[in-house]
T-cell receptor
Framework: GNSVTQMEGPVTLSEEAFLTINCTYTATGYPSLFWYVQYPGEGLQLLLKATKADDKGSNKGFEATYRKETTSFHLEKGSVQVSDSAVYFCALSEYDMRFGAGTRLTVKP | NAGVTQTPKFRVLKTGQSMTLLCAQDMNHEYMYWYRQDPGMGLRLIHYSVGEGTTAKGEVPDGYNVSRLKKQNFLLGLESAAPSQTSVYFC?????????????FGPGTRLTVT
């Protein structure tokens, strides 16, 4: 069945550091891929998405590119801020939405 | 717009007790979902609904029942709570089940079963 694997956390970075959170997927067809973010005490919010191969999703300085050849959708940001501290979920949607386990990011001043 | 709201925010139950979680959305979405979130496991789909009066099982449906009597509301019931149902429960809704449509989430309900 479809599944998502993302790097285990927690990840701790200093402000202005470069961020990469790895995400790979298994799917039978042509899913859409998503990154959701969960701030403390809140529900998940869509961060970005990509609906076909080679699409790049971007929002708030975050980017991820849908790589069909490597079945990956890694999340990147060039310079993280303290306000980016949250849990990040990679997800795919084909028949149902499938989520990765989540990666907790803490950014220190 | 309030988006997706959930009631209650927190609840503690004793084993064997029952309760109902209420989800409401004001976006006129056809599709609604209930997930549970457990540490290290991401979100897992419990049940979902493709429209008023229609529900279906997700990945982990055992021990839960749902109802969608009105388009804007989706109820999740626990008839006889067990400690294994201690979790954070999220409701979500979407305009379509098409692969490209994102889901909108409520703030969650933290349930503890002792």
């Amino acid at each position: 069945g479809n599944s998502v694997t993302q790097m285990e956390g927690p990840v701790t970075l200093s402000e202005e550091a470069f961020l990469t959170i790895n995400c790979t997927y298994t799917a039978t067809g042509y899913p859409s891929l998503f990154w959701y973010v969960q701030y403390p005490g809140e529900g998940l919010q869509l961060l970005l998405k990509a609906t076909k191969a080679d699409d790049k999703g971007s929002n708030k300085g975050f980017e991820a590119t849908y790589r069909k050849e490597t079945t990956s959708f890694h999340l990147e940001k060039g310079s993280v801020q303290v306000s980016d501290s949250a849990v990040y979920f990679c997800a795919l949607s084909e028949y149902d939405m499938r989520f990765g386990a989540g990666t907790r990011l803490t950014v220190k001043p | 717009n309030a988006g997706v709201t959930q009631t209650p925010k927190f609840r503690v139950l004793k084993t064997g007790q029952s309760m109902t979680l209420l989800c409401a959305q004001d976006m006129n979405h056809e599709y609604m979902y209930w997930y549970r979130q457990d540490p290290g496991m991401g979100l897992r789909l419990i049940h979902y609904s493709v429209g008023e009066g229609t529900t279906a099982k997700g990945e982990v449906p055992d021990g839960y029942n749902v109802s969608r009597l009105k388009k804007q509301n989706f109820l999740l019931g626990l008839e006889s709570a067990a400690p294994s149902q201690t979790s954070v429960y999220f409701c979500a809704s979407s305009y379509s089940r098409s692969v490209s449509y994102e889901q909108y989430f409520g703030p969650g309900t933290r349930l503890t079963v002792t």
